[in-house]
């Protein structure tokens, strides 16, 4: 469970240690595979777009590292209910 949502991944290993980090880390990569569904949803995925994405989750995810806990959560939720919409508007049409 998530002790403060303004601490930050960085800070809470700095100063707890590796084992009060994991939550932290878990909503990092709930946020990583929330941007790597939307390209495997894609049908038509070259390799310069898989780089690319690929790039930007490693980015996204050194931000996770230094931002505060509250705003990767806000990220994964609107991650997912854009997922979600994406998905529906798919099975709809």
């Known amino acids: 469970m998530i ?3 303004a601490a930050s991944p960085s800070t809470v290993f700095a100063e707890s240690g590796f084992v009060a980090c994991v939550p932290y880390l878990v909503l990092m990569v709930l946020f990583a595979l929330s ?3 939307p390209m495997m949803m894609q049908p038509n995925n070259n ?3 898989k780089v690319m994405t ?3 989750v490693i980015m996204m995810c050194w931000f996770g590292w230094v931002a505060p806990a509250g705003v990767i ?3 994964d939720a609107s991650a997912y ?3 979600g ?3 529906f508007i798919r099975k709809k049409l």
């Open 35 to 37: 941007m790597i569904f």
């Open 85 to 87: 919409q994406q998905f």
């Open 3 to 5: 002790g403060n949502l």
């Open 54 to 56: 690929f790039i930007m």
């Open 73 to 75: 959560l806000f990220w």
């Open 47 to 49: 390799s310069m777009t």
């Open 81 to 83: 209910i854009g997922l």
